[in-house]
């Protein structure tokens, strides 16, 4: 059983669509991160949030703390948007990963 | 802004050589990790250390070691690489629950 599961796998979407990322966590953790990984290349963190909602640009990441759930949208998205989305749940010394949801948005 | 720097992008290397990964962060963080991604398995750790000596097993450290010599260096070593270690690596420093990323090093054992 994996600590964090994330969905879909994989998303194809159109340009301009509105698109939500899933995350769901059994550990107990104070905050979870949502990274960006671009195709060959090294992980940026985009949001680290403990309660309620963050917004950045047409990045909008939620979490239920008590559900133990997180999802991440993207408004307007574009082709620029195309990577992969980590969410990632720090627990004592460790940070448990979800594998990953590839993105490809198709102009 | 934290820096974590990995010294190559992409390395090739044979089986059986010695491999150095070298990591360095600049913000005086004492946690540094290791992982290795690999496609539908994720991020998973390979070793971490929580100041200079220190280390601890992850959870896949069978062919790896590590060395902490200073705080802001944290190899990872191949003693003799093999195929099945083909992979991208990641170096990650943190503090609190903030957490920075190196580039990646995408290494092929041929």
């Known amino acids: 059983k994996n600590e964090v599961e994330q969905s879909p796998q994989n998303l194809t979407a159109q340009e301009g669509e509105f698109i939500t990322i899933n995350c769901s966590y059994s550990?107990?953790?104070?905050?979870l991160h949502w990274l960006q990984q671009h195709p060959g290349g090294g992980i940026v963190s985009l949001f680290m949030?403990?309660?309620g909602k963050k917004k950045h640009g047409r990045l909008i990441a939620t979490i239920n703390i008590q559900e133990k759930h997180s999802s991440l949208h993207i408004t307007a998205s574009h082709p620029r948007d195309s990577a992969v989305y980590i969410c990632?749940?720090?627990?004592?010394?460790?940070?448990?990963f979800g594998t990953g949801t590839s993105l490809t948005v198709i102009p | 802004d934290v820096k974590v720097t990995q010294s190559s992008r992409y390395l090739v290397k044979r089986t059986g050589e010695k491999v150095f990964l070298e990591c360095v962060q600049d913000?005086?963080?004492?946690?540094m990790f290791w992982y290795r991604q690999d496609p539908g398995l994720g991020l998973r750790l390979i070793y971490f250390?929580?100041?200079?000596?220190?280390?601890e097993k992850g959870d896949i450290p069978e062919g790896y070691s590590v060395s902490r010599e200073k705080k802001e260096r944290f190899s990872l070593i191949l003693e003799s690489a093999s195929t099945n270690q083909t992979s991208m690596y990641l170096c990650?420093?943190?503090?609190?629950?903030?957490?920075?990323f190196g580039s990646g090093t995408r290494l092929t054992v041929v």
């Open positions: 990650a420093s943190r503090k609190g629950y903030g957490y920075t």
């Open positions: 550990v107990g953790i104070s905050a």
């Open positions: 949030l403990s309660s």
């Open positions: 990632a749940a720090p627990t004592g010394n460790q940070f448990y």
């Open positions: 913000m005086d963080h004492e946690n």
């Open positions: 250390s929580y100041d200079v000596k220190m280390k």
